[in-house]
């Protein structure tokens, strides 16, 4: 199995710009989650789908950014205005639903840079 | 509601010495526990996870872990430690909701 796919592994972006990050779960997989890692903050939760339906976007810092999971194969997550704060590695997980028995497969993340 | 905490953000061992890094959770059920490993720019690996088995869980790479139960802990040891070892490591827990809590990550610095 190829893994959890993300796409861009890196993108550097002026303040302003629009970001769209994108990830492909493990085929079979039917829990999908974006997390933020920085220094300071760590990893956080951003949002988490189970079969394509947003569950919990709590985590989801601002308005600014937003998610959506079209399908069972695909996902992005969408920052429009980028700041420079937004700068961080954004890991895409999923796994399959099962009580929560199961473990979270990672992506590599793409690491974010807004000048 | 669930939480983990690491105690120690950041641990020193020479190589060849035991690797203990904690790990203590509150649940109000029994719940499913992971130890995962993150190498410098990388995603985060399974190591181990705990699932109402045996206590005792072994994982990759030499390591394991223990599920106390009397003292919500779930440590993760390894008894010589390598410079290979040297990465962030992350506890995490959940529960039948399938949203995971992970803990805030222990530096392991291995000293040759």
């Known amino acids: 199995d190829a893994g959890v796919i993300q796409s861009p592994r890196h993108e550097v972006t002026e303040m302003g710009q629009e970001v769209t990050l994108r990830c492909k779960p493990i085929?079979?997989?039917?829990?999908l989650f974006w997390y933020r890692q920085t220094m300071m903050r760590g990893l956080e939760l951003l949002i988490y789908?189970?079969?394509?339906?947003?569950?919990?976007d709590s985590g989801m810092p601002e308005d600014r950014f937003s998610a959506k999971m079209p399908n069972a194969s695909f996902s992005t997550l969408k920052i429009q205005p980028s700041e420079p704060r937004d700068s961080a590695v954004y890991f895409c997980?999923?796994?399959?639903?099962?009580?929560?028995?199961?473990?979270?497969?990672f992506g590599p993340g793409t690491r974010l840079t807004v000048l | 509601a669930q939480s983990v905490t690491q105690l120690g953000s950041h641990v020193s061992v020479s190589e060849g010495a035991l690797v203990l890094l904690r790990c203590n959770y509150s649940?109000?059920?029994?719940?499913?526990l992971f130890w995962y490993v993150q190498y410098p720019n990388q995603g985060l690996q399974l190591l181990l996870k705990?699932?109402?088995?045996?206590?005792l869980v072994k994982g990759i790479n030499g390591f394991e872990a223990e599920f106390k139960k009397s003292e919500t802990s779930f440590h993760l040891t390894k008894p010589s430690a390598h410079m290979s070892d040297a990465a962030e490591y992350f506890c995490a827990v959940s529960e039948t909701g399938n949203q995971f809590y992970f803990g805030t990550g222990t530096s392991l610095t291995v000293i040759p």
């Open positions: 085929s079979g997989h039917n829990s």
């Open positions: 997980a999923s796994t399959r639903l099962a009580g929560g028995r199961n473990e979270q497969f």
């Open positions: 649940s109000s059920v029994p719940p499913y």
């Open positions: 705990y699932t109402s088995a045996a206590t």
């Open positions: 789908f189970n079969n394509n339906v947003p569950i919990d």
